[in-house]
């Protein structure tokens, strides 16, 4: 059975820091696809990216970046330069290929960006 | 605007009397679900609609029920709600039930069952 595991709960910083929010999945399934979701203060959650598990390449967007690696089960997701905007729950989140769309998520890890 | 409209955004009501959550999306989305989100958890599903008419059991239907009669919407049931099901509830809609399609997601509706 599909599992998604963010082992860190909540992670504190200040402005300007880096900060890396860990994933750790478990599928047998050799098609399968991640996601990360963002969900701020006031609740709505929004998607940040897709990731296939064919493709193990690094994504950067902005500041924003996400380390996939199959040999570890991790999909990391790094945000350069916090800023308080960046205050949310986070979440990833697995959809293995015969899932009819369903979404395994993290248990969520709350990033709180002090000014 | 593409969007997933749900509504009430919270309730506070008793056990017992049934209530239903509505869903609505506008962007002709083939695929709907319904999540409930509690702390130390994330989110879960609970039933998932793949098109009009077609309904299934996610990870956590008991006590709950849907209905898909048109594309657009996709109502969550509870006939005789208790304190248990007092959480955060998500519908979801995306264009197909593949699962490489992002979900988009409503903002959310948080019931309290007393």
């Known amino acids: 059975a599909q599992k998604v595991t963010q082992a860190q709960t909540e992670i504190s910083v200040v402005e300007k820091e880096d900060v890396t929010l860990d994933c750790v999945y478990e599928?047998?399934?050799?098609?399968?696809?991640l996601f990360w979701y963002k969900q701020p203060p006031s609740g709505e959650l929004v998607f940040l990216i897709r990731r296939n598990s064919f493709d193990e390449q690094n994504e950067i967007s902005g500041r924003y970046s996400w380390n996939f690696q199959k040999s570890t089960s991790s999909f990391n997701f790094t945000i350069t330069a916090s800023q308080v905007v960046d205050s949310a729950v986070y979440f990833c989140a697995l959809s293995e290929g015969g899932s009819y769309g369903k979404l395994t998520f993290g248990q969520g890890t709350i990033l709180t960006v002090h000014p | 605007e593409a969007q997933v409209t749900q509504n009430p955004r919270y309730l506070i009501t008793v056990t017992g009397k049934k209530l239903t959550v509505t869903c609505s999306q506008n962007?002709?989305?083939?695929?709907m679900s319904w999540y409930r989100q509690d702390p130390g958890l994330g989110l879960r599903q609970i039933y998932y609609s793949m098109n009009v008419e077609v309904t299934d059991k996610g990870d956590v239907p008991e006590g709950y029920k849907v209905s898909r009669k048109e594309k657009r919407n996709f109502p969550l049931i509870l006939e005789s709600p208790s304190p248990n099901q007092t959480s955060l509830y998500f519908c979801?809609?995306?264009?197909?039930?593949?699962?490489?399609?992002?979900?988009?997601f409503g903002d959310g509706t948080r019931l309290s069952i007393l």
């Open positions: 962007m002709n989305h083939e695929y």
């Open positions: 599928t047998r399934d050799t098609t399968y696809y």
């Open positions: 979801a809609s995306s264009r197909t039930g593949q699962p490489n399609q992002p979900q988009h």
